[in-house]
């Protein structure tokens, strides 16, 4: 990139990557293996109003090997964040197709503490999201589609009333019709009984299938 052609992030972009490259970015860090820090710069004139001011820090062997991004810094927000040694570990084997990570948690922890110190002296905030964001029980208890809250006592089921109500109806009818004193009236008391006496059980029924 030539001089004057840079927007305000990406020449501030550029300028900490520089500064980062004379400090922090000389110092080893001494472990299994000797690694050192690098800190990107953007490859474009223009960064989109700040928008691809983006810079990531990679942990780079000494003495030659595969490079693992180990935090992200992002100009506008005067944000950086790291990663969990973990993921970064994780991340490493996945990709480069191996059973290790070249850096022990110590060496690890020593980089992450310099890194705060470089990013707060230049007025960015430095923070190291959890690893994982906390889930509900899955032995707490959950409401049902159409079932109880939990928690709540439990409903309880009683027959339905409708048979019974429909033939106490009709008693009263057929009462009323052919008067308390007649003989036909005794006759249809007796069926409309028997009839409550089956529309009960069927309600009982009814209610234990539905149970």
């Avoid at 820090?37 to 780079?60: C, F, K, M």
């Avoid at 935090?71 to 506008?76: E, I, L, P, S």
């Amino acid at each position: 990139m030539e001089d004057g052609k840079l927007t305000m992030y990406a020449g501030k972009s550029v300028a900490l990557a520089e500064v980062f490259k004379f400090t922090l970015g000389k110092e080893p860090f001494v472990g299994p293996v000797v690694c050192r820090l690098e800190l990107s710069a953007p490859a474009e004139e223009s960064t989109d109003g700040g928008r691809l001011a983006v810079q990531h820090v990679s942990i780079v062997p000494e003495g030659g090997g595969p490079t693992t991004v180990i935090a992200t810094a992002y100009q506008v927000d005067r944000l950086a964040q790291g990663r969990q040694y973990e993921v970064v570990a994780e991340t490493h084997k996945m990709r480069f197709h191996t059973n290790t990570f070249p850096v022990s948690p110590g060496q690890f922890d020593e980089m992450t503490r310099k890194l705060k110190d470089f990013f707060q002296q230049f007025g960015f905030k430095f923070e190291i999201p959890p690893l994982h964001t906390p889930q509900p029980s899955a032995t707490a208890p959950r409401a049902t589609a159409g079932g109880p809250t939990p928690g709540a006592a439990p409903v309880e089921k009683r027959p339905t009333a409708t048979h019974g109500s429909a033939a106490r109806t009709a008693t009263r009818s057929a009462v009323a019709a052919g008067g308390p004193t007649s003989g036909g009236s005794r006759l249809w008391i007796a069926i409309i009984l028997l009839a409550m006496a089956i529309a009960a059980a069927a309600g009982v029924a009814v209610y234990f299938l539905r149970g």
